[in-house]
């Protein structure tokens, strides 16, 4: 059960890769591989985390995602991104920072507020999966 929840809210994370937030002091100026190096960050530090030390509970799972928050705004967006896929980035970062254990479910993060489909967040969606390998 840990098992599959922990591999949903990891592909949770890498779908929200294409999301946003208070990222909006990140810097604009980013390199594409720092940029992509950033997005994946979670998937790379997760891995290596959870297979030393096995599954993560609830919260060292949220504690994971808002170190990821942190370095997706300490590196920021590429100059090329637009200002739509941009405020999406802004999105994800809040939706990060404002997570908490009983956001993780089952299935992977509770956010039922409607609102993380909309077109910023789509545009960043189309950038992350246009721009990084």
Known sequence: ????RFTYAVAGAVLLAAC???GSDAPTNASIDDFCAAKSWFVAEGTDLFFASGLPSDGEL???THEWASELARV???DNMSAD???GFE???DRLEDMEPGDVEERGFNWEDGEWE???EK????YVTNTCP
Do not use: C, N, Q, Y
Not at 1 to 4: A, N, P, T, Y
Not at 123 to 126: E, G, H, I, L, T
């Open 1 to 4: 059960m840990r098992l599959s």
């Open 20 to 22: 946003g937030g208070p």
């Open 62 to 64: 949220v504690e994971l």
């Open 76 to 78: 920021g967006t590429p």
């Open 85 to 87: 896929a941009r405020a």
């Open 91 to 93: 999105k994800l970062i």
């Open 118 to 120: 909309d077109d910023e």
């Open 123 to 126: 545009s960043f969606a189309r």
